[in-house]
């Protein structure tokens, strides 16, 4: 082949390049096929067009995936991998409204539907966030400058309040925080495994999250006074050495964790409260098993809750690897609490078991459930029937 040939070769390649991965709103989005570089246009280019997309193949992630949010946005991730390098500072994935952008390529007002099916998640090399749980035991290596720094980072308010996500379906992911199966939730990189603000809905199942430096599966309301975000299922999950198992935080509704398996966390299924006066309404935490964990079920501050049959297994034996629990409440273990619940509230079938034939079962206090004042609100309405409990030093604590 001569020059002139090889030249015309040479433009042809890159001019199919860019048109394969050139953003427009209504291109079809091609499979990058493990290009890291493509990976941002790829996944902008599905929900320009609300076309769905399959990724394969193996990424290698240093910055952040940043895609806003337009028009539906569907993914199959089943045959991906993306892996986090030592320079990801921040989230790995953002799928964020925008003022602007998110009205493009004829999405107007109008609200996206989002789903995310399978990929596994490596975060054990990725800076930690700014945000975590204890940040003074973040290895010096890890201390990113980030204030998130989570794998699947969904936000559904753009900056001005504006709504744009309406269900929000995640299923099928692995994720990895730490390089050892051994390691405790402190020496994970990253961030949360899935977090995710102010979806209409949003259903979050069959995931499985091994060591996560704060919560696995971080679901919030979003906009002014947490007006955006209720009706969330989180369910079939499986999560490991995490310092939060599932949380859900900043008065949403409508709010069920149901049969997710948990070992080894410092809190496992939670309502958080994170500004007083934000409320939780209507809270079921059904089927669950949460085996150590310093805080299994713990809810603080809501409305009408219903905790029917959990179990909880080994209440009181390490955690992380630590004698003494990272209690918040005190040098104390508690399967069940409510703290500032009012309403209807219903704890019935669980099954709370301490443990047995350890040293730890003379020298650690385990309550099986608790209740207490939060945020100035009494404990009122709570009906405790037909529970067991073995090898604890109080079945019932009430504060």
């Given amino acids: 082949m001569n020059f002139k040939l090889r030249t015309i070769s040479s433009l042809s390649a890159a001019i199919l390049s860019f048109q394969i991965y050139a ?24 929900t320009n067009t609300g076309l769905p997309i399959k990724l394969t193949g193996t990424y290698y992630i240093s910055s952040d995936i940043k895609v806003y949010l ?28 925008h003022d602007i952008k998110s009205s493009e390529c004829g999405a107007g007002t109008g609200l996206a539907n989002v789903s995310w099916d399978g990929g596994s998640f490596d975060m054990a090399n990725a800076k930690v966030s700014t945000v975590v749980p204890y940040t003074s035991l973040t290895p010096v290596a890890k201390q990113g400058t980030k204030a998130t720094a989570d794998a699947l980072s969904i936000r559904g308010v753009s900056n001005n309040g504006s709504s744009k996500l309406n269900h929000l379906i995640v299923e099928n992911i692995t994720f990895n925080g730490t390089s050892s199966s051994s390691d405790p939730f402190y020496l994970a990189g990253g961030d949360s495994g899935i977090l995710m603000t102010g979806a209409l809905k949003a259903t979050i199942k069959n995931n499985s999250f091994y060591g996560v430096r704060d919560a696995a599966i971080y679901v919030s309301a979003g906009g002014a006074n947490g007006v955006y975000g209720d009706h969330f299922t989180l369910s079939n999950n499986y999560i490991e050495r995490a310092f939060d ?52 079920i713990s809810i ?15 209440l009181g034996e390490k955690v992380a690897g630590e004698t003494n ?6 040098n104390h273990y508690e399967g ?52 067991s409990f073995s090898k604890l030093d ?3 604590k009430h504060y």
């Fill in 300 to 314: 603080e501050r809501a409305n009408n809750v219903t905790i029917e049959g959990n179990t909880i297994y080994d």
């Fill in 325 to 330: 629990p990272r209690n918040k409440y005190g």
């Fill in 23 to 46: 953003l427009d709103c209504n291109s079809e989005p091609v499979n990058p096929n493990g290009d890291s570089n493509q990976l941002q246009a790829a996944l902008q280019q599905a």
């Fill in 70 to 97: 337009k028009n539906d946005l569907s993914v199959d991730a089943s045959g991906a991998s993306f892996i986090a390098t030592t320079s990801l500072d921040g989230d790995m994935f953002s799928l964020d409204a």
């Fill in 245 to 296: 198992g599932i949380t859900s935080k900043r008065g949403a509704d409508n709010i069920k964790m149901l049969d997710n398996t948990m070992n080894d966390v410092v809190v496992g299924l939670s309502i958080k409260r994170v500004f007083n006066g934000w409320t939780a309404t209507n809270v079921t935490i059904k089927g669950n098993i949460i085996t150590k964990g310093v805080r299994p």
């Fill in 394 to 396: 109080k079945w019932v």
């Fill in 336 to 387: 069940i609490a409510l703290n500032g619940v009012q309403g209807t509230n219903s704890i019935r079938l669980n099954t709370i078991n301490g443990v047995s034939g350890s040293t730890r079962e003379g020298s650690t206090t385990t309550y099986g459930i608790v209740t207490r004042d939060e945020d100035s609100r009494t404990t009122t309405g709570v009906t405790i029937v037909d529970n």
